[in-house]
Structure formats: C-alpha cells, structure tokens
C-alpha cells in the first residue's frame, strides 16, 4: 500500500473509533464563580428539587463524586477539567449541563467527578436528569474555599 492510502486509512479508522465526540458546543459550564447567598443555585431555582450524588472523601478536600456505573459498549462523552484560584476564601459554585442545547440522543450511564479544594468539604448534585436520561445538569458547590479544581467524566451510549 502506498503511503497516502494508509494515511487515509488510519483518518477513516479514527473517525469511526472516535464517533461520535461530544463536540465542545454539546457541554455547558459556568466559571468557577464566588456566590453571594442571593446568588447561589437554590436561591434563583428555589422550584429545583437537588439530588445530591455519591460522594466520597479521600482526603480533606480531595473528594469524588458519581453518579450511575459504567457498563459494557458505553463511551466517554464529556472530559472536561477546570480550576480556579482566589486571593481570599470564598463559596463557589459551578453548573455543568450535557448536552448544551439540543439532544445528542446518548443515554448516560455513569457521571464522575473528582474534586479538590481547600475547604473541607464541597456539594454535588444533579439538579435535573440524570442516569439512564440523555441530560444531566450538575451543580459543584464548595464554601470558604482558597481555591476548586475539578474534572468531570461523563459516559454513556
Ligand atoms: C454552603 O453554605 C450555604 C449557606 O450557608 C449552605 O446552605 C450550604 O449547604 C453550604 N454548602 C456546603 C457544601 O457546605
């Protein structure tokens, strides 16, 4: 085989592997904000019912949230890492939502999400569907934090 025809093949092969990503427009997320109370989730959505996730703590501030299980034939949909740093301490909160506007039809199967701060302790919850839905919107929360570093896994079919 000539060059360019394995070269070609091996752009088809990781086309199809890879298929389908989820693109960077499929994946909301807020910045890791400082809240005022009047500003926190519950207080403008005080109608949303929050489901808190799985949560354990390794460390202090060193915790992993999650959310469903993996299962054979599911895929990584969403990787998606942030951080922030602060001059003084203050309440955080983050909202993640997948898929970003329009269905992406995946079934979601398994949500993880390993977070690190200087606060003792932070919040997870799913503000809105969920595993075995094809939308899940997370809230991180975390108060009197010096600085919130977390990356979020999402799978699903
Ligand atoms: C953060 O503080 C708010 C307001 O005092 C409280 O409702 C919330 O439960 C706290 N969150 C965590 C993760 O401790």
Avoid: W
């Amino acid at each position: 085989m000539s060059l360019p025809v394995i070269l070609m093949l091996c752009v088809v092969t990781a086309t199809v592997l890879g298929q389908p990503h989820a693109r960077a427009s499929d994946f909301y997320y807020s910045d890791i904000s400082p809240v005022t109370d009047d500003k926190r989730f519950t207080n403008l959505y005080p109608e949303v019912e929050l489901s808190e996730m799985n949560k354990v703590k390794h460390s202090k501030g060193n915790i992993v949230f999650t959310s469903g299980e993996r299962i054979s034939g599911d895929r990584l949909v969403v990787n998606h890492y942030d951080d922030e740093s602060f001059a003084t301490a203050v309440d955080i909160e983050v909202l993640m939502r997948y898929p970003a506007e329009s269905s992406t039809g995946v079934t979601l199967t398994c949500i993880e999400i390993y977070v690190d701060t200087t606060a003792s302790d932070a919040g997870g919850y799913l503000t809105r569907g969920g595993i075995g839905e094809t939308i899940a919107e997370i809230l991180l929360t975390s108060n009197g934090t010096r600085s919130f570093v977390y990356e979020t896994f999402i799978y699903g079919y």
